[in-house]
């Protein structure tokens, strides 16, 4: 928009009624009007209604007025821009420097005989016709003189507005029919000096009178080097100069100063005070806002306006906030949400066995077999044989935090854990899944060999009889040796001794998927099933599972394997229960610590009875060398088994004397 000195403007158009009294100079081919440089251009109506003598009679209107006007590239310029429906140019500011070739091209102009788009002209005007590439000049005043016959068909009050804003003057020039509320709605203020309705056409020339009026009068402030800084002000004969509101003049008449009133402390501003010429405003520090009164700062509460992000707390400072976490939360890096602070994961705690964690604080509990203390931290193993119905039928022995049940020689302890038998052993096919994690360690990862091989000393191992298979599982999957690598004891457990520890995590569920898939092929020496030859699986773990171990523990059951879970230490029961065959508790051991893992290989019964099985049973002499041995072998096991069961007796007695004597 371009800016207008109060004093071009009044030697431009807008000189009062006091101006347009005084006698209009003569004007002529050799004395022009000098009114300085002026952007001007002809916005002239061409609709069907304009009749064509009607159009003559504003051609020769805009020549007369061109003939009075100082025409040349620093002086006046002048565009025409004719409008109906469409908007066409004539010529731009630019066109045309010399006055003959600009009468020539509006003797040309053939109107364009439509509607009456004056708003879109206007437009045009504004937008194509007032800029640089078409001969605008900056810091020059534009005028845009209006010539219409009629009312407008679209909307002239808004892109009028704009125009106006842009610093362009308009004079609006109604003729006949055309409609006084939309020329008012184009001209600039006042409406006085620049709106102008005649009946005619053939009256159109009287507003050419007064226009030259404007253009013409002589003004000192126009004609003179008055020197004025801000506005030079006419009077007939002579002239003063005055400064713009918030200024005042200097001794000189001509130069302004402005009028510093925050630094001449002339202000009542509570904190802040911003200066502008003759006056000043009131502003906050940072952190506060200004009151109603527009002098006095409040404090911004965030917090308490609810102005804030905060999960939990808000800490309010003028004009700004923190955020901070209750007791037993920790703030996140966004600075704004809370993390509960797990004392448990983190080892802030003095848990012997079991840390339950709260939002920064946490209990203790023991694992099963155990009870907490009165330090409520530390657990006491429980004499489970002495505490439950341990439901033995022959001899209950404690563990820590479990127990078993054990049988007389020469009895089997049957499948419900309690009850002995007589029968013998069976053929099967074996397969041990060991977790090789890190957290097993290898001093531990030695005794699971040693349990590995407890194991196999309790099977009949032969080409046609029992075969053992070894998987060894951490972060992937390896076959130790498969079903029908080999055919003795002997060989499996020097293979099981030679087993390198894998470490890494603990993929329970992928172990499973293999066994399932590759273990129990007959590829890798798995009978076929119809030879109803007993499928059985053992997991040994000692913690939680990396991943999901639900799928293919069902779907190894489903597919007729019997499942064994063993567990110690950290490992979860839940998932050894899942693991575990029907019933759970006769196929589901646990121990808290490696060391106790011999009394359950001791105590782990894998076979089935002879009359479920179609394996191929090698039936031996009675009275061959070999069972004679192993008929005293028998018998010395049986003569230690009593003595131990007599010093367990003994101890027993002692232990109920001691209580009775407590009582007393």
Known sequence: MKMKQLGALCGFILLNLAVLATARPKTGPDQKCKSGPVDLVFLIDSSRSVRPHEFETMRKFMIDILDTLDIGPNATRVGVVQYSSQVRSEFSLKTHSKLDTMVKNINEIIPLAQGTMTGLA??????????????????VPNVVVIVTDGRPQDRVAEVAAEAREKGIEIYAVGVARADMTSLRAMASPPFEDHVFLVESFDLIHQFGLQFQDKLCGVDLCLESEHGCEHICESSPGSYHCLCLPGHTLKDDGKTCAAIDLCAEGKHNCEQICISSPGSFTCDCNKGFTLNDDNRTCSTIDLCAEGKHDCEQICVS??????????????????????????????????????????PGTFTCDCNKGFKLNKDKKTCTNMDLCNTVEHGCEHQCVSTP??????????????????????????????????????SVRPQNFELVKKFVNQVVDSLDVSTHGTRVGLVQYSSRVRTEFPLNMYHSADEIKAAVMKVDYMEKGTMTGLALKHMLENSFSEAE?????????PRIGLVFTDGRSQDDITEFAKMTKEAGITMYAVGVGKAVEDELRVIASEPVEKHFYYTTDFTAI????DNLKLNVCPEESQGEIEVKDPCACESLVEFQQATMSSLEQLTQKLAGMTARLEQLENQLLTRK
């Open 525 to 533: 020496g798995a009978r076929p099933a119809s030879r109803n030859i």
């Open 317 to 358: 400072a003028p004009g700004v906030f923190t955020c901070d976490c209750r007791e037993g939360y920790t703030l996140n890096e966004d600075k704004k949400t809370c993390t509960p602070i797990d004392l448990c994961v983190e080892g802030k705690h003095d848990c012997e066995q079991i840390c339950i964690s709260a």
């Open 122 to 139: 206007i437009k045009y005007v504004m937008n194509a016709a007032f800029i640089a590439e078409e001969g605008d000049r900056p810091k």
């Open 598 to 601: 011999s009394t359950i290989a």
């Open 401 to 438: 935090g479990s127990y078993y049940c054990i049988c007389p020689e020469g009895q089997l302890l049957q499948e419900d854990g309690k009850s002995c038998g007589t029968c013998k052993s069976a053929n099967i096919d074996l397969v041990l899944l060991i977790d090789g994690s890190k």
